[in-house]
């Protein structure tokens, strides 16, 4: 049996999921590398991941993983392959979503090497009200990559290869004689099982002004297909918004804003630096 080569998905709106996720995936360094987007694709079908070193990424929305990333991800469907699931919250806490990507992961046949948190730019983060701004920087992303070159030295030392092969070469591949999970054994890692519940949701969605021209780019970048153009000017589906605010954060134009009391409340609350966290 053999792993031969490194996978990268991620479910990320506002691309600071994306951001750890390829940093993790540096530190692993191996030039056979796949990246799977999950973030704008709304198939319902299958997707195999197979011989496969997964990092998989998402936001945490109320401290679980977001709901869209979690149908996502669900697509996964694993044969022969070991995940790194990665959550990345808003500088205010993961509660049990590291939890929760694990267990999803495994239920999708992968089996769990090792897990993180770390910490991007609040979604509700806005100027003059920054909320973990510019998060991840240099330092998480340096982080991100030393926990990817650590996880990597974890499962040669689990799967028992004394010579490594080299990580650049064409045809790498990690060899071993038994089933996966029987060679690797996931750690311990934060969170509560069952998992926190969340009331319902009350529906939002960024209010659109004077400056949209239409030019569509929100169109193409919302995760549920909730923006259309009509007359010249988006509009938004408030049913379907899940409130990632990656359309208030990439408008050309600041056309798009999302007011919401929790901008001020975690501005205020959650402005201390917050550091990653790694299970190995
Ligand atoms: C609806 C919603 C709920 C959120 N809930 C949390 C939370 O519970 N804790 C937290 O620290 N950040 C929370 N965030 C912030 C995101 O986790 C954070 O901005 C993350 O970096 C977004 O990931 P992305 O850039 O991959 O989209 C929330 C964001 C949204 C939109
Ligand atoms: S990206 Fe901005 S300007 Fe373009 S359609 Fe959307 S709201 Fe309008
Ligand atoms: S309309 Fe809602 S779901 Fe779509 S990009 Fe904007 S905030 Fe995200």
């Known amino acids: 049996m053999k792993l031969d080569q490194l996978c990268v998905a991620y479910y990320s709106p506002t691309h600071t999921s994306r951001a750890v996720a390829?940093?993790?995936g540096d530190g692993f360094g191996i030039a056979r590398r796949t990246e799977i987007d999950l973030t704008t694709d709304r198939s319902d079908t299958p997707l195999a991941v197979k011989d496969s070193i997964c990092i998989v990424a998402a936001p945490v929305y109320g401290g679980?993983?977001?709901?869209?990333?979690a149908?996502?991800?669900?697509?996964?469907?694993?044969?022969?392959s070991v995940a790194v699931p990665v959550v990345v919250y808003g500088n205010r806490d993961y509660e049990d979503a590291l939890v929760q990507l694990r267990d999803l992961l495994h239920g999708?046949?992968?089996?769990?090497?090792?897990?993180?948190?770390?910490?991007?730019?609040?979604?509700y983060s806005r100027p003059g009200m920054p909320i973990a701004e510019g998060r991840p920087d240099a330092q998480d992303l340096r982080e991100a990559e030393a926990f990817g070159r650590q996880a990597f030295a974890s499962l040669l030392r689990q799967l028992n290869i004394a010579e490594t092969p080299d990580p650049a070469a064409r045809?790498?591949?990690l060899a071993y004689d038994a089933p996966l999970e029987h060679l690797v054994a996931t750690p311990p890692?934060?969170?509560?099982?069952?998992?926190?519940?969340?009331?319902?949701?009350?529906p939002q969605a960024p209010v659109v002004g004077d400056l949209c021209y239409g030019c569509g780019e929100c169109v193409d970048l919302c995760p549920t297909g909730a923006i259309s153009l009509h007359d010249?000017?988006?509009?938004?589906?408030?049913?379907?918004?899940t409130k990632c605010c990656a359309c208030v954060k990439f408008c050309p134009v600041g056309a798009r804003t999302f007011d919401t009391p929790y901008t001020a409340m975690l501005h205020e609350r959650c402005s201390a630096r917050?550091?990653?966290?790694?299970?190995?």
Do not use: W
């Open 108 to 123: 999708q046949g992968f089996t769990v090497l090792c897990g993180a948190a770390f910490v991007g730019e609040h979604s």
């Open 171 to 173: 045809d790498f591949a």
């Open 64 to 69: 679980l993983i977001a709901p869209v990333a």
């Open 232 to 241: 010249g000017r988006s509009t938004t589906d408030v049913a379907l918004c």
């Open 22 to 24: 390829r940093a993790v």
């Open 274 to 280: 917050r550091e990653p966290e790694t299970f190995l």
């Open 71 to 80: 149908r996502r991800i669900a697509r996964l469907r694993a044969e022969n």
């Open 189 to 202: 890692m934060k969170g509560n099982v069952p998992y926190k519940t969340l009331g319902p949701a009350t």
